[in-house]
């Protein structure tokens, strides 16, 4: 199963930590947080990743220049001038394989993942945020997605009420979502998606089409998304504080998504 990370965002938020690479190469200790991601979906045998990258790609490029394994180039797609792939070591432990696509850099969510829908293919795949790190059991996500056979299941959390806010029923089906509210409780949306291939059908072609806003709102109102709910750690780094909070965590040795 692929796993897509949205890595094209230009990260205005903590530009007091980085200003000159994508928020995904900010570093946790020593490695860039999408390296620590990448290494928690690899420890659970996903290890096929498909990268949409957008603002300053080529720095993530590089990244994967300098490290253990080939970076070759592929064809262009339509759509896609500058696609790169890499195969060897994610966080010095697993084999994979990371497809690395610029997806341009005004693009929004929905155009970036409607962009590399052939490169997924007809098949479940995953979706994240290339900023993130939880500790959520990605084999129980999956197993909820099957079970429940909708076209989308979203991670649900309960950090701060600054972030996309889920309503579901008793059975976890999501019944709202509300984009990053003012002030609210209840679960948000902590990204680490299971999509089917059916969510493509709700991305019409906008650069400036939003994943979070019309197709996730469509998905709801057709009632096939559905809420894996986790209540231990999540944590995005949207600022200085959160990267602070996120390094002192892996320099205590009490970093969650690191698996022994």
């Not at 949409?52 to 592929?74: P, W």
């Not at 939880?134 to 009420?161: A, I, N, W």
């Not at 972030?163 to 902590?190: C, H, M, W, Y």
Request: aromatic letters at 10%; hydrophobic letters at 35%; charged letters at 25%.
């Amino acid at each position: 199963m692929k796993t897509v990370l949205l890595c094209g965002g230009f990260g205005t938020r903590i530009r007091d930590v980085a200003d000159d690479i994508p928020k995904p190469l900010i570093k946790v200790g020593e490695m860039p947080i999408l390296w620590h991601l990448m290494g928690y979906y690899s420890n659970f045998g996903f290890r096929e990743f498909i990268l949409c990258l957008g603002y300053k790609s080529e720095t993530v490029v590089d990244f994967f220049r300098t490290q253990n394994g080939e970076l070759k180039n592929l064809l262009p797609e339509p759509e896609l001038p500058n696609i790169h792939q890499f195969t060897g070591l994610v966080n010095n432990n697993n084999n994979c394989v990371v497809t690395l696509v610029d997806t341009g850099l005004e693009a929004m969510t929905g155009a970036r993942l409607r962009k590399v829908q052939k490169l997924i293919g007809d098949e479940t795949f995953m979706l994240s945020y290339g900023d993130g790190l939880s500790d959520v059991d990605l084999d129980k996500l999956v197993q909820h997605h099957k079970d429940h056979q909708k076209f989308l299941t979203v991670t649900g959390v309960r950090p701060p009420s600054r972030f996309g806010e889920l309503q579901v029923d008793a059975t976890n089906n999501v019944t709202g979502f509300n984009e990053k509210p003012q002030a609210s409780g209840g679960r948000i949306s902590g990204g680490f998606f299971v999509c089917e291939p059916s969510v493509f059908k709700f991305l019409d072609k906008r650069e400036d089409l939003v994943f979070e806003k019309e197709p996730i709102q469509q998905i709801v109102h057709d009632a096939q998304m559905t809420m894996y709910p986790h209540d231990e750690f999540w944590q995005c780094m949207d600022t200085y504080r959160d990267w602070e909070l996120l390094n002192q965590m892996l320099k205590s040795g009490k970093a969650p998504w690191v698996r022994s």
